[in-house]
């Protein structure tokens, strides 16, 4: 295979994987409202997880890690998303309860940092600064697979796996639950008034999200077969927000645009570029800039993204038989109440 | 009772409250905004909730609707207390309410306004959405059903697919009450319903309203349009300085030199001299 396609292939998988994490973050914050900073501490436990249950024992790799039991695919990926579900799950009980959405987000962005420390300083865990490596290619045994083969062959199925999550989360926002997010992310007083139970839905709503972080970073993992603690600075969820900022909060094809956009065209492109003459690391530098100044564009003229949030209809075979509102306005109840005015109180208790 | 309260009846026909509280007490940093509101909601009628501005009208919703949690007192819903449960609870039991400044869900369309209300949905549960998808779809459509009718009755049919947020002021007050007519209350609060609301459409939403006690719901709004109060309400409570002045009919409290010193005023006099 040409270096050519290595690159194009390489493309395809962040295309879907950011695809897959774009929509974990959207049902979070374009779907419930959760301003979730700290988003990609729970794609870096997905990474961390799939990649050390998938590991042999750490005795004799030169590695220090938990877990190694040697876990095949796709078993170690689903592991890393329960784990990540799993931190979300003890997140909400500390944060979500009591939290309004802007002290909410302080926090979560402190616990991401914590996480960071962490992870990065105590190498036990998954053997600190230097991170997993070496992790075993999946499925590349089962099918004789090269590591040229291995990109496309894992690009695709990343795809796959794209697929599926698109169709269950197609499902969950078309649903009541979905309808549920999103009116505790317009007015989560008029939700509770209404009888929903807020926390119990938010939960729900990062432990989704929070399964597709940990899918997300298990298939980096797995793809790149290593990855530390340079791999997700805080700041890196910044990344998979101009995503989704850009493509279209709540819409899930918007979120594929954004991820094609934000994440394959000016994140992971450039770095397949030929380097400026003088200026080495110049290039990544300034799409890093570009990002920046595409999301406060996106934001200052066009908020809703490239692809809105659409508006879902009435589906017409419920309105067979109904009348508009025209040729209904006989049927309208009065009180005959109104009389001259007087009596209608104004400001200070004066008619 | 606080003192200054005509001895009127204070509650419905059959002597039930839909709703009661007892000497609730609201501060914020120090100002007290509800001093002892005490009073009963009889069950299958409307009760006005009137005051001056600044009376804690408005509070006493919050609270009563679980918003808000009371620094002391205690509320009723039927036989059952309910003193500062949190506000989803309180709905669950029947209690729906409205806003004095509309809230609607600007991001959903109208119909879908009203299709969140229901409570329980099969569709709410990851388990249905996935593994029962029949009973949540089944179920969905007779929600859609309902709520299509309710639009029609109230108007708003053919703005069902519009964004709630597009609506006129006047519209989204009628949302907000059928959106809570959609969840099937059997107390409905209403906050100002008639607020900055054209002559017309105050027939329009009194109508509703009349239309709903028909149907059983007490209604307990706030309300400062005396014609209004009059024509529809068949109780009415009346809050001064944050605590409970006088309970009765409005033909009753008209007498009330404390009442009218406090709230009526001339406007008892200019409505009764013309």
């Known amino acids: ?351 | 009772m606080t003192s200054g309260q005509i001895e009127v009846p204070s509650k419905g026909g059959d002597g039930e409250s839909a709703l009661s509280c007892q000497e609730l007490k609201k501060s914020f940093q120090g100002v007290a905004a509800v001093t002892g509101a005490t009073f009963d909601v009889p069950k299958g009628m409307i009760t006005a909730l009137i005051g001056p501005n600044g009376a804690g009208k408005t509070t006493v919703v919050n609270i009563l609707s679980g918003m808000m949690k009371s620094d002391s007192g205690a509320m009723q819903i039927g036989k059952v207390d309910v003193t500062n449960w949190e506000s989803y609870k309180i709905a669950r039991l029947g209690l729906m309410r409205t806003f004095q400044l509309s809230r609607e869900l600007g991001g959903l369309t109208v119909l879908e306004n009203l299709l969140v209300a229901p409570k329980h949905q099969a569709g709410e549960s990851l388990l249905n959405i996935f593994f029962r998808p029949g009973r949540a779809k089944r179920e969905e459509l007779e929600n859609t059903k309902r709520a299509l009718e309710i639009l029609r009755t109230y108007g708003l049919f053919d703005l069902r697919d519009n964004r709630a947020s597009e609506l006129s002021g006047g519209q989204k007050k009628l949302l907000e009450i059928a959106r809570a007519v959609m969840a099937q209350p059997q107390v409905l609060l209403l906050d100002e319903p008639m607020a900055g609301v054209n002559p017309a459409l105050i027939e329009r939403i009194g109508g509703y309203i009349l239309d709903l006690k028909n149907q059983g719901v007490t209604v307990l709004m706030v309300e400062h349009n005396l014609n209004v109060v009059e024509k529809i309400c068949d109780h009415v409570i009346v809050l001064a300085e944050g605590r409970t002045l006088a309970t009765g009919r409005l033909s009753d409290l008209r007498a009330n030199p404390e009442v009218v010193q406090a709230y009526l005023g001339e406007v008892i006099n200019a409505s009764t001299t013309r």
């Open chain 1, 1 to 351: 295979m040409s270096a050519f396609w290595y690159y194009v292939f390489t493309l395809v998988f962040f295309l879907f994987d950011y695809f897959i994490l774009a929509m974990g973050l959207n049902i979070q914050y374009g779907e419930t409202g959760i301003l979730n900073f700290a988003y990609i501490g729970f794609v870096a436990l997905g990474a961390y997880v799939t990649g050390a249950s998938s590991m042999p024992s750490s005795a004799g790799t030169g590695q220090q890690y938990i877990m190694g039991w040697g876990v095949p695919f796709p078993f170690s990926l689903l592991l890393g998303g329960v784990a990540a579900s799993a931190l979300a799950v003890i997140v909400a009980l500390i944060s979500l309860r009591r939290l309004r959405t802007d002290y909410l987000a302080v926090v979560l962005i402190s616990f991401s940092l914590v996480f960071y420390d962490i992870t990065n300083n105590y190498v036990p865990l998954f053997n600190g600064a230097d991170g997993l490596y070496n992790v075993p290619e999946p499925l590349a045994g089962i099918f004789k697979l090269t590591t040229n083969s291995f990109v496309p062959f894992f690009a695709v199925v990343t795809g796959l796996i794209a697929l599926v999550m698109w169709w269950a989360m197609s499902r969950i926002t078309s649903s009541p639950l979905g309808r549920t997010f999103r009116a505790i992310r317009d007015d989560d007083g008029v939700a509770a008034a209404l009888g929903k139970g807020v926390f119990r839905y938010k939960l729900t709503s990062m432990l989704i999200g929070s399964f597709y972080a940990g899918i997300g970073g298990g298939l980096i993992m797995q793809f790149g077969g290593s990855f530390n603690t340079t791999s997700w600075l805080p700041a890196e969820t910044f990344v998979v927000f101009a995503v989704i900022i850009v493509g279209g909060v709540g819409n899930n094809i918007g979120l594929l645009v954004g991820s094609l956009l934000v994440e394959t065209l000016l994140i992971h492109l450039p770095a397949f570029l030929p380097e400026i003459p003088g200026h080495p690391g110049l290039i990544q530098y300034i799409d890093t800039m570009v990002v920046g100044v595409l999301l406060m564009v996106m934001l200052w003229f066009r908020p809703q993204g490239v692809v809105p949030e659409r508006v879902r209809k009435t589906p017409m075979s419920l309105l067979q038989g109904l009348k508009s509102d025209r040729a209904l306005n006989t049927d309208v109840p009065a009180m005959s109440v109104v009389g001259d005015g007087a009596g209608v109180i104004e400001e200070g208790g004066r008619p």
